[in-house]
């Protein structure tokens, strides 16, 4: 069995990159690319960089929607992004999987939408929402990232971009929906990609989790605290959540929801369609 030490120098090159000129870096699965860029692959995933992150950084410091936005060109486009089994898909999906309470079927009375869903290996999200009828199939699009699902929101955003622009041009929506599940939480998406961003976390992992900040939790648009109703067995206290996300979020807003059963979702709404109409000068039909 490897001991203590050997486990922290194998998995060290996941975290401390050390910037060289050319050729490899540290170990064999670290290399700078001819962008300068450090470069790993996790397991033989597609190889990816990721920009330095030194601080969970402040709400109120965080990077700005783009001024200079075309929404012509790509509609504006909503971020979500959140771990695994936070309440992603009911969000998007609706409740009992009948997509009556997502927001999508909320949205759809005030502004045409569509979706680009994010999965490492599969298109299961995407394939989920046609066919429980969260939109209808033309207006989706399923993308593979073969790697980290950060580095395709965040670092290389062109995997999403192309799917985004394509439907924009094809349906001339309101509104782009891009999801991002199955994620830790220093993901983040780049302000080149979402004009508003969500960051979903749900009470199960404890009420620790706010705290531990992250850039998902400190500078989306707006951070979603889930399954509210489980507080209580699993020993969550949401007093302490409500402060710790305040606190950690530089007064910047969060909902306290319940998706599965509806709970949240007209504020999460109005949340979005407040910074599209901002955004575009467009009003809500």
């Known amino acids: 069995m490897a001991s203590e030490s050997d486990q922290q120098q194998q998995h060290q090159h996941h975290h401390h990159h050390v910037h060289e000129e050319g050729g490899h870096v540290g170990d064999s699965s670290s290399w700078v690319g001819a962008d300068g860029r450090v470069y790993h692959s996790h ?73 680009v869903t994010n999965d490492i290996f599969t298109k299961e999200d995407g394939e989920f929402l046609v066919k429980h009828g969260a939109l209808p199939e033309e207006r989706i699009r399923a993308v593979e990232t073969g790697g980290c699902p950060h580095a395709a929101i965040r670092e290389d955003i062109s995997i999403n ?81 409500e402060r710790d996300a305040l606190r950690m979020r530089d007064g910047g807003p969060f909902v306290f929801a319940q998706v599965k059963h509806g709970v949240g979702i007209d504020e999460i709404v109005n949340h979005i369609l407040g910074a599209w109409e901002l955004a575009t000068g467009s009003k809500r039909r």
Do not use: W
């Open 161 to 241: 971009l192309g799917p985004l622009e394509e439907l924009s041009t094809l349906y001339k929506a309101d509104l782009l929906l891009c999801e991002s599940g199955g994620d830790n939480l220093a993901a983040n998406f780049s302000r080149e990609l979402a004009d508003f961003i969500i960051y979903i976390i749900d009470v199960s992992g404890g009420d620790k989790i706010p705290r531990k900040g992250g850039p998902g939790i400190t500078q989306a648009d707006l951070l979603v605290i889930n399954k509210t109703d489980l507080a209580v067995a699993v020993g969550a206290d949401l007093a302490v959540m």
């Open 43 to 115: 397991d033989g995933l597609a190889p990816h960089s990721h920009e330095p992150i030194y601080s969970p950084g402040l709400f109120s410091a965080r990077a700005p929607p783009l001024v200079a936005r075309d929404f012509k060109e790509r509609a504006f486009t909503v971020g979500i992004g959140g771990p695994v089994g936070t309440g992603l898909r009911f969000l998007l999906y609706g409740s009992d999987l009948t997509a009556t309470l997502s927001f999508p079927n909320t949205l759809a009375p005030f502004i045409a939408i569509l979706n």
